[in-house]
């Protein structure tokens, strides 16, 4: 699997580092003499090379490899003077190159770090301190891998929310958009053809089709105020708009089509006592909608009928139409935003969505939703 993760180390966390590096190696190098040497003049190249791991740690962000290798390098030569200080933050450079660079570039920077923790004591015939400081070369590189992979596993969970935020905000608006234009395509196509022969059925028409966008703007005011649940406006503007619609609105969805011209009958079976949640109620209402818009638009039919049933630990939505689709010219209608939104929200419910042209013709939209989830 590639890793995308990014990982940036902040101005702030440098300083730290630098900070410390300077605290601790400074401190080491003015209270106890480097080992073979007198005064302060083996010091000085001491505190030259504790300066290297301080300029390492600074330079991490932007050149993390040459850092590393200059911080191992500088380690080194510490471990040289200081054996039981050992390779100064050269381990913590490791640790953090581990973390900022995926794995298969980090592995240069423990293999270098398990030669020159190892070479030093190894040198001076320390095999068990030598061992040690290989361990711990293992054990940072591992940490920064680890904290690489958990941060990786964060961002990617916080993308994959902000794809289904997207996702499901794209439905709705396709939902309510597709439906309502479609819908009001229709009524003024009716008010312009019976505009001079019947002006009083023109003027219903333009009646239907502004109290359909008036409910279009109330579903879409009282969707945004549901979003934008962070920018503090549901709590101000929630007591206003129409609530988002249900199954108790299947029949006025049923009169707003029937003004459209396509004649809709509602069955509804076994919901006596089902309380369903309101996300749930939603997403069925969206179904049903879609389902009609697309008989609407596509299948040239008269009638339609909407049959939702609950029984058998189980919700069965079903759209049938007396349109075209069971002639084979239009299996696929629906078939591009619309029945991919519709499979999703059945999904996202756990249950199954199937489409497509009825035995005895016409289109079939066929949902089933596992009744455990609803109540």
Same mark, same amino acid.
């Given at each position: 699997m590639r890793d995308n993760f990014e990982a940036r180390? #902040?101005? =702030?966390?440098?300083?730290?580092?630098?900070?410390?590096?300077?605290?601790?190696?400074?401190?080491?190098?003015f209270l106890l003499p480097p080992q073979g040497s007198v005064g302060v003049w083996g010091r000085g190249p001491a505190m030259l090379l504790v300066s290297v791991q301080a300029a390492a740690m600074w330079w991490m962000a932007e050149r993390p490899g040459p850092a590393v290798a200059a911080a191992l390098v500088a380690g080194a030569g510490i471990h040289l003077l200081y054996p039981a200080v050992g390779p100064g933050v050269a381990l913590v450079?490791? $640790?953090?190159?581990?973390?900022? &660079?995926?794995? =298969?570039?980090?592995?240069?920077?423990? +293999?270098? +770090?398990?030669?020159?923790?190892?070479?030093?004591?190894?040198?001076g015939g320390q095999r068990v301190p030598?061992?040690?400081w290989a361990c711990g070369a293992l054990l940072a590189w591992s940490w920064g891998a680890l904290g690489r992979a958990r941060d990786a596993g964060r961002q990617a969970e916080a993308r994959r929310a902000v794809l289904e935020e997207r996702a499901r905000i794209a439905r709705e608006l396709h939902d309510v958009l597709a439906h309502t234009v479609s819908v009001m395509v229709v009524q003024a196509a009716a008010a312009d053809d019976v505009f001079d022969s019947s002006p009083v059925k023109a003027r219903q028409a333009v009646r239907e089709l502004?109290? $359909?966008?008036? &409910? +279009?703007?109330?579903?879409?005011?009282?969707?945004? *105020? #549901?979003?934008?649940?962070?920018?503090?406006? /549901?709590?101000?503007?929630?007591?206003?708009?129409?609530?988002?619609?249900?199954?108790?609105?299947?029949? *006025?969805?049923?009169?707003?089509?029937?003004?459209?011209?396509?004649?809709?009958?509602?069955? $509804?079976?076994?919901?006596?006592?089902?309380r369903a949640v309101s996300s749930v109620e939603l997403s069925v209402y969206r179904i049903v909608q879609e389902s009609l818009t697309n008989v609407l638009r596509h299948?040239?039919?008269? &009638?339609?009928?909407?049959?939702?049933?609950?029984?058998?630990?189980?919700?069965?939505?079903?759209?049938?139409?007396?349109?075209?689709?069971?002639?084979? *010219?239009?299996?696929? =209608?629906?078939?591009?935003?619309?029945?991919?939104?519709?499979?999703? &929200? /059945?999904?996202l419910l756990g249950g199954s969505l199937e489409a497509g042209p009825g035995p005895g013709g016409g289109f079939v939209v066929r949902v089933l939703l596992p009744l455990k989830e609803l109540s």
């Open positions: 180390l #902040s101005p =702030r966390r440098r300083m730290l580092l630098v900070a410390g590096t300077l605290m601790v190696l400074g401190s080491v190098v450079t490791v $640790c953090t190159f581990a973390w900022l &660079r995926p794995a =298969r570039v980090s592995l240069w920077g423990l +293999a270098g +770090a398990l030669v020159l923790t190892a070479a030093v004591p190894l040198l030598a061992l040690l502004e109290a $359909c966008g008036r &409910r +279009a703007l109330g579903e879409l005011r009282h969707f945004l *105020r #549901s979003v934008d649940v962070d920018g503090g406006q /549901a709590g101000v503007e929630g007591g206003g708009g129409e609530p988002q619609p249900g199954l108790g609105d299947l029949d *006025r969805l049923a009169g707003v089509m029937g003004a459209a011209g396509l004649d809709v009958v509602v069955r $509804c079976e076994g919901l006596d006592g089902l299948a040239g039919a008269g &009638r339609a009928e909407v049959l939702v049933s609950a029984g058998g630990g189980r919700l069965l939505v079903e759209v049938r139409d007396d349109g075209w689709g069971g002639g084979g *010219r239009l299996v696929g =209608r629906g078939g591009g935003r619309g029945i991919a939104g519709m499979r999703e &929200r /059945a999904a």
